[in-house]
């Protein structure tokens, strides 16, 4: 993988409320969304495991997890298309949390992901606002962001032993209150695992060299999976397509 360095540590129906964590499919808000049945597409390969623009009021098929003072919720403020899209809203306060994760119904070998996003508020110095992040089981193997400290565009990979390698991806900064397309497509294949990342539609990564040390993926996350990941995201027209 090229240019790798090493850092430091730097709604409700059907609702489940479990140690403080709320966990559903639907938003606790009630919004007035389009409805529409029109859904977003792309030419990326693989079965579709959700196609959605929030326009039916809910996350579903993905899950949301909050707590504290973290909220998900949808939103009629701020889209792409239609009258809506999923906000996710975390702050500085001990245990805020608000993330959608989608399982992908099974281990598999190739997945991608693709959203519109705009960050409308950044979170603490040397910390970040996720864009999308892969899971094998409970760990989280490669995921992009943009960088509060600079607005700068990352991907992060996990290694076998849970060390993080960063590649930077785009210098320039990544203004605040815009919207922009992130897209990232992740093959497990051991130490030959392959990532591509696109950003408002160019290529910025691709290597088939990562060694990502899983054979498969089951998990698609927006949003940061530990407290205290603080900003305010909106997230629209998210594409998620798996292969075995």
């Not at 508020?121 to 509060?148: K, Q, S």
């Not at 160019?202 to 290597?207: H, Y």
């Amino acid at each position: 993988m090229s240019k790798l360095k090493k850092l430091g540590t730097v709604g409700a129906i059907g609702v489940l409320m479990t140690g403080g964590l709320i966990l559903g499919s639907s938003p606790a808000n009630a919004v007035t969304c389009s409805n529409s049945k029109t859904l977003p597409t792309n030419s990326l390969t693989g079965t579709t495991v959700t196609a959605t623009s929030f326009e039916a009021g809910s996350f579903s098929p993905f899950v949301a997890t909050t707590a504290g003072t973290g909220t998900a919720t949808v939103s009629t403020s701020q889209r792409v298309s239609g009258t809506c899209s999923a906000k996710l809203h975390v702050t500085s306060d001990s245990g805020s949390l608000a993330k959608l994760s989608l399982s992908l119904g099974s281990a598999v070998k190739r997945a991608n992901a693709d959203g519109w996003f705009n960050i409308t508020r950044a979170g603490l110095t040397g910390n970040d606002v996720p864009y999308l992040r892969f899971f094998t089981n409970g760990t989280r193997i490669a995921d992009i962001y943009r960088y509060n400290s600079n607005g700068q565009l990352w991907l992060r990979v996990t290694a076998p032993n849970g060390t993080f390698s960063y590649t930077k991806l785009k210098s320039s900064t990544i203004p605040l209150s815009t919207w922009h397309r992130a897209q990232m497509e992740v093959t497990a294949n051991g130490s030959a695992s392959t990532i591509k990342v696109w950003f408002d539609g160019a290529l910025e990564f691709s290597s088939s060299a990562v060694n990502l040390g899983v054979s498969s993926l089951t998990h698609v996350q927006l949003g940061a999976e530990h407290s205290r990941q603080m900003g305010d995201e909106y997230i629209d027209n998210v594409i998620v397509k798996k292969s075995p």
